[in-house]
């Protein structure tokens, strides 16, 4: 959407914080990852242990560079420490009695799932970092916004819905509900935000063309639609800002944050037809952007993974967590909304280095398909893709290739109908397993790569009606 065509107003919520000088944030950065530096070393067996084996304490830490002498922590660390000393690791650096929120990394990991505890400070601040995105798109009080994501572990929907309140605007959570109840209850209260991914919001799209029904004139006073989890293109949003009338946003966060650290303004995800760049709550958390293969800091332009020390979250801090997010830097500049950032991304291209993918805003790793898959003897091969079908629904797809057998068809059917099932039991994602002929599939020397995600090529497809 044209910059020209955006309300002139900001909003903000954390205004002081949001508007920071280079200068300002420079000392904030340094006294809380100082802070945090000291929380974990004291309190934290885990990073006191860290810290000893790479011979660094707290008092290492003397400007904000120094942070690149500690340790870096991953995924598989923080699972071992969970194993090792149930249920929470020996991170905690609170008593067990004042936390008061538990989250789990979503969906079905090969390593497992992250535990990230919480007290009321963190809580406050995961909040807080997202009411500052529905105040920046221009909620205001009494506002409704239809939240499709999940509540429950995960910390996307859970954020959405608490940081809408905190904003004193309304949340609609309707993900319990299908497509068409969905569609129903929204069409019921006069909307003024949507909280989804890409892949939905083309599959709510789709389903309207298929009633005959113009999202501009069902939702006549939108002003913008949230979007989260996936990549996007350019031309597709502009597609989607045409079709619905109003502003396609992002936000970027993570369990590992507990906070959505980034945000677009008022001006949205393509604004003058290019990819826009997210505001980084730089406030929060000190998050660099380095190389994945070298670990030196990158420039913009460049791609990166985010490395990630916490500041907002004392119960159980993560010191240069690696995420293994891609994320692309842009050159930071000044944007006439008023808020400033230590450093711009760009928004709608985050990745992922890992070879997890995300369906259905639930993340999923090929290895646990591997292991359902090939619990049967019987199968030789299969292939997953991840696509949208014409009217924008998500599907994922397992193809099967059995191996040369006396096996009759009716043998077939009955492991495909129990894969079935176990694969939505261990991903919690329903997946298409279809049967295909001996030879099919291509087979691997070297490293394997079963999975393709066709979504962001889907995108273009699917057919809408613009009115």
């Known amino acids: 959407m044209q910059r020209s065509a955006i309300q002139k107003e900001n909003q903000y919520f954390h205004k002081k914080l949001e508007m920071l000088s280079p200068g300002e944030l420079k000392i904030l950065q340094f006294k809380s990852t100082k802070e945090t530096l000291e929380n974990a070393y004291h ?16 008092d290492h830490y003397r400007k904000n560079e120094d942070i690149q002498r500690f340790p870096f922590t991953g995924k598989q660390a923080l699972m071992e420490d969970q ?40 809580i406050d601040a995961a909040n807080g970092s997202t009411a500052c995105h529905f105040r920046a798109l221009g909620l205001s009080k009494g506002d409704v916004s239809a939240v499709l994501h999940p509540i429950g572990t995960m910390t996307g929907g859970m954020l959405s819905y608490e940081g809408l309140r905190l904003a004193e605007a309304v949340p609609l959570p309707l993900a319990v509900f299908n497509t068409n109840q969905k569609i129903e209850l ?6 003024r935000n949507i909280i989804t991914t890409p892949a939905y919001l083309s599959r709510i799209t789709g389903l309207l063309e298929e009633k005959g029904q113009d999202p501009k004139e069902l939702f006549p006073n939108l002003i913008g639609i949230t979007l989260s ?31 959505n650290y980034g945000y677009t303004c008022k001006y949205g995800a393509v604004p003058d037809g ?54 692309h830097r842009m050159a930071t500049g000044p944007c006439d909304c008023g808020r400033t950032s230590n450093m711009l991304w760009e928004v709608g291209t985050i ?37 949208l079908e014409e009217n924008g629904r998500e ?51 070297y490293k394997v790569k079963r999975w393709t995600d066709e979504r962001i090529e889907g995108l273009q497809h699917v057919r809408f009606v613009e009115k």
């Open 395 to 445: 599907t994922a797809e397992v193809q099967i290739e059995f191996k040369k057998s006396t096996l009759d068809e009716q043998a077939h059917k009955r492991i495909l109908e129990n894969l079935t099932r176990k694969i939505k039991d261990t991903t919690q994602v329903s997946m298409t397993v279809t049967e295909v002929p001996h030879g099919t599939l291509p087979r691997f020397e």
């Open 43 to 58: 309190n934290s067996g885990f990073y006191r242990d860290l810290f000893d084996a790479a011979k660094v304490t707290p």
């Open 83 to 122: 194993q090792e000393h149930p249920p929470y690791g020996r991170r905690l650096c609170i008593p067990p009695e004042e936390i008061r929120r538990i989250n789990m990394t979503s969906g079905s990991s090969g390593l497992g799932q992250e535990i990230h505890c919480h007290d009321q400070v963190a």
């Open 229 to 259: 989890t996936e990549p996007f293109t350019v031309d597709w949003a502009e597609r989607m800002e045409a079709i619905w009338n109003t502003v396609i946003h992002d936000i970027y966060g993570s369990s590992q944050l507990n906070l």
């Open 186 to 191: 929204m069409s019921q209260f006069d909307l």
């Open 274 to 327: 290019s990819f826009g760049h997210y505001h980084l709550a730089d406030y929060f958390a000190l998050v660099e952007v380095l190389d994945k293969d070298t670990g030196k800091n990158t420039e913009p332009g460049e791609w990166g993974e985010p490395v990630i020390t916490t500041f907002s979250r004392p119960a159980m801090p993560l010191i240069r967590f690696r995420s293994s997010d891609r994320v």
């Open 351 to 387: 990745s992922r280095y890992d070879d997890m993918i995300k369906i259905k805003a639930t993340n999923v790793w090929p290895r646990t398909i591997d292991e359902a898959v090939f619990a049967n003897d019987e199968i030789e091969e299969y292939n997953g893709r991840v696509f």
